[in-house]
């Protein structure tokens, strides 16, 4: 049977499609995300989805019959369930959407939240957070303590920051006015 | 290809979680689809900033993580990208348990 043949074959008119923005009932609360119930069909909205800034206990935020707006983000196969974020709907609260509007090479201060693995997590005071390979970072740096850093990388919808140390950075934005390495070289 | 593979894991509130790195983690604790872990650090501290209990983090040579997925002890999963989010069906933790002592694991305190 043909590709064709077989979509107008399984085509439901209930049928969720990616990225469509769909309403659905809270049943179901757990730790890690929120089921909702649409049309019959399951959609989980895992914590991280869930909102920008407020990292609360989902349980304190949400009850069973919420109706409660979700972006369908994608499809797990494994099981059948649809993947959702509520988070995303709201792109004026996205904290690395203002990171996207500053000039590149900006030197922010944040503040070293994880050494674990092979990346340190700096978060910044916007609630956003990134980070930055543990080869590219001075070895001082320690858990707490305030850093400069320059944004190397940034997927604004997903909420992902790839940062460098700035003093490792070539060509840093220091009150407005650029600093390149050669400069850096003749201070 | 990166010769090591790190898979992340947020505990839940409530979990001994530096005791699941000594001593691997109990298929009675995580029936079912048992312990999902994530390759990216980043998705792990999303749902540490919700369980505040820290990260567990688990490194495995690439040799002994693609036997443990070609066996079906690690399940790769689509919450996110492909190659990012796994289980370990509580079936097959005492073998993904007994694997973890020849990597090396660490938990990092909230």
Known sequence: ?187 | MENEVILWKAPQLGRRAEQEIVDGFDPQQYPGNGPYFTTVKAIAEGFASIYGNGLQEIHFSRMVFDNLVARGVIVADTFYDPNESYCVPAARLTEFNEAMKQGRCFYEKP
């Open chain 1, 1 to 187: 049977m043909l590709l064709r043949e077989t979509l107008s074959c399984d085509m439901n008119k209930n049928m969720v499609e990616i990225g469509n923005i769909i309403e659905g009932t809270v049943d179901r609360i757990e730790p890690y995300g929120l089921f909702l119930n649409h049309a019959g069909g399951k959609v989980v909205v895992l914590g991280p989805e869930v909102s920008w800034h407020d990292h609360r206990n989902l349980r304190d935020r949400f009850k069973i019959r919420d109706v409660l707006r979700v972006l369908v983000l994608r499809y797990n196969y494994k099981d059948d369930v649809y993947v959702g974020s509520i988070r995303r709907l709201h792109p004026e609260l996205n904290p690395y959407r203002d990171l996207s509007r500053l000039r590149p090479g900006t030197v922010l201060q944040g503040k070293v939240t994880s050494l674990a693995g092979d990346e340190v997590t700096v978060a910044l005071p916007n609630g956003a957070f990134g980070h930055v390979p543990k080869y590219r970072a001075p070895s001082h740096w320690a858990r707490g303590q305030m850093v400069p850093v320059v944004i190397t990388a940034l997927e604004v919808d997903e909420g992902r920051l790839w940062l460098d140390a700035a003093e490792s950075y070539p060509n840093k934005t220091v009150n407005g006015s650029t600093e390149t390495k050669e400069k850096q070289a003749a201070n």
